[in-house]
């Protein structure tokens, strides 16, 4: 194995488990205000909401939207809507695709899946529920402090956000994701899928970040480029967790994948070539980082953790 | 019955059809230039899209959102993402309420449900397209006229948009619908259902007519009342056509709502007392645009033909 010298963890003096817990808290707390419990007549879609938002996550696309905003020279707090937003919009993700008609899935972080708890109608309306909202989170200049922050900017980041999650997004990843359960694929086509399916809104919370931060061109294209590494990276590291991690610590059974056919990485390349893939990524990542000073430190943290997750 | 002469139709020099089939025919030609068929890999999500998005509809929520920026002196160009915006969020609430979890509709304005033709999975992520590109349609500078817009208020625009579709809004409206199948519910629980589902859009689709077009306050408060009172005519006069209406002109079958326990207007008040409420809603309408000149004639025509409408 190439031991590149950005990707072994001791040089980094960053605490990375404390700034990720700090951070998390902040995110958990500012999804708290923005989408508090309802005793209004709907309020069991609320619930349901909430239930998937709350569950547990490990608030990856905020933090790293948070933080560029800070690397570009900006504040967290510039972001901070937009980095809830992401989060949103990524729970809306996973509670359509956990749905009976998509991946039939009844567990999701050890927790039964939204579905399973409030029905299919409730989970699809909770679903769209969050996906409405985060735009609503974004555009008004009532909540948190998006008046302070130039409309131009606000405007730009929700395109963004929308050009990531929509049809040459998100939504065409999911597409092709389920397309591929029933005919081969070649690697072209998984990696098309992934980028589309989970690189397209890691990329976005960076840009994101980045722009609402005030960064400029240079520096928005430089995060753009370590999101998309890191995306593809955290997608391969996904695969081979799946099939090489503890079930226990993942909160769902391994092998899942496999199970249903899923056109994996190490299904096509093989667990040494992932492997070799991710570290690949992992360096490309840090590697576009190269021009920003202390301030990128958690980023390129989070990358080179991506190489030891257990979860 | 008392012929107010508001309600009588003899007084209007527009032609109502002809202007209607005019805004209907720009309306879909933005709509093919902003949602055009795709040859991704992707493609059959933007089919499925298409397919509900270009089934015939009567473009109300565009022509009244266009047809309100011209009112307070703006021009339909400014308005026309948000025109299309509309529409596609009205479309994407249709797939998602038709679906088998939810109203389990086979027929949609006489043709098969995207569901019924594109299997569930692609129908919710052709609505979730819908949804997501509708915001995108409206945020993003390079899209039509959006530049030519104030920032501020097309962010204004988006935050209506927002709260009219989200929790505050048509996800409610649809949460209480859902429930009041199963249970007993009051009058006030139904007028509260429908000025979420359906009322929050239409009334929507005027505030943010008013607001792109430069509206003063008092002109869009004028615009947002008459989009109240509008909406409930609407949804009553919808319910009477269920049970009064020609199964061919409509494309569905009659009493379809009777069928499936929903709770009507005329289930609660009886057919005599909902079309006097019809008819006072469509006067209140009228009313709340005694300040504007005629260049609000057809909204005022638009209210008054609800009394007359056959589908």
């Known amino acids: 194995m190439n031991h590149h010298a ?52 490990k ?3 905020p933090i790293l939207c948070l933080t560029a905003a800070e690397v570009v020279g900006g504040t967290a707090d510039e972001a901070l809507t937009a ?4 989060e949103m919009v990524h729970t809306y993700s996973l509670i359509h695709d956990d749905l009976p008609a998509m991946d039939d899935d009844d567990l999701r972080r050890g927790r039964p899946t939204n579905h399973k708890v409030y029905g299919e109608a409730v989970a ?15 555009a008004d200049p009532r909540i948190g402090s998006n008046a302070a922050v130039a409309a131009e900017r606000r405007l730009r980041a929700l395109t963004i956000l929308a050009r990531a999650s929509g049809m040459q997004g998100m939504i065409a990843g999911q597409v092709i994701d389920l397309e591929s359960e029933t005919r081969e694929v070649d690697l072209a086509t998984v990696e098309y899928m992934h980028i589309h399916k989970t690189g397209a809104l890691i990329s976005a919370s960076l840009e994101m970040g980045a722009v609402l931060g005030g960064g400029n061109d ?8 370590y999101g998309r590494h890191l995306g593809l990276a955290f997608q391969i590291t996904d695969d ?12 769902k059974p391994s092998g899942s994948d496999v199970a249903k056919n899923k056109k994996t990485y190490p299904a096509l390349l093989g667990l040494a070539r992932s492997r070799e893939m991710a570290r690949k990524h992992v360096d490309r ?12 430190e958690p980023l390129r943290a989070i990358a080179r953790y991506l190489l030891e997750r257990k979860a």
Not at 7 to 13: D, F, G, K, Q
Not at 26 to 38: G, I, Q
Not at 218 to 225: C, E, W
Request: hydrophobic fraction near 50%.
């Open 6 to 57: 950005s990707t072994t963890s001791h040089h980094a003096s960053l605490d990375l488990k404390a700034f990720l817990e700090a951070q998390r808290q902040r995110v958990d707390a500012a999804l708290e205000r923005f989408l508090p419990a309802s005793d209004s007549l709907e309020k069991t879609v609320v619930e349901a909401a909430r239930y998937s938002l709350f569950a547990g996550g």
């Open 218 to 225: 240079q520096q928005i294209q430089a995060l753009v480029q």
């Open 285 to 296: 990542a840090v590697d576009a980082l190269k021009t920003f000073d202390e301030k990128a």
């Open 83 to 86: 980095a809830c937003a992401l």
């Open 124 to 138: 699809i309306l909770a679903g769209d529920l969050l996906l409405t909202e985060a735009f609503g989170l974004l």
């Open 240 to 251: 081979l967790l799946d099939i090489e991690g503890d079930p226990d610590v993942m909160g």
């Open 59 to 61: 608030r990856l696309r």
